[in-house]
Nanobody
Framework: QVQVLESGGGLVQAGGSLRLSCAAS????????MGWYRQAPGKQRELVAQ???????IYADSVKGRFTISRDNAKNAVYLQMNSLKPEDTAVYYC???????????????WGQGTQVTVSS
């Protein structure tokens, strides 16, 4: 009924940049917050950045000043521009969106399948 698809991961050297994209598809009534989480091997999944439908963004302290989250409500899409990447940014990055479908009475949190980001030193 709904798909959340990420793209844009890959291998980059420290100091480099990557841009992640995520788009939700389906018969969508509305999307509240959209965000990016990451999970490194042996660690818990953590919030990287999140943006409301009104454009208010929050960031993890570890990425402030380096990462920028943005969204395109018309495309049901969210993006993460990652600059000055560090080896400790290496993780699987997951897109998350709080989506209300036409077929459902309320919104639910949906996850993408994840995209690998690897930063070499």
């Amino acid at each position: 009924q709904v798909q959340v698809l990420e793209s844009g991961g890959g291998l980059v050297q420290a100091g480099g940049s990557l841009r992640l994209s995520c788009a939700a598809s389906g018969i969508i009534v509305s999307i509240n917050a959209m965000g990016w989480y990451r999970q490194a091997p042996g660690k818990q999944r953590e919030l990287v950045a999140q943006v409301t439908s009104g454009g208010v963004a929050i960031y993890a302290d570890s990425v402030k000043g380096r990462f920028t989250i943005s969204r395109d409500n018309a495309k049901n899409a969210v993006y993460l521009q990652m600059n000055s990447l560090k080896p400790e940014d290496t993780a699987v990055y997951y897109c998350n969106a709080d989506i209300r479908l036409l077929s459902e009475p309320g919104s639910r949190s949906r996850w993408g399948q994840g995209t690998q980001v690897t930063v070499s030193s």
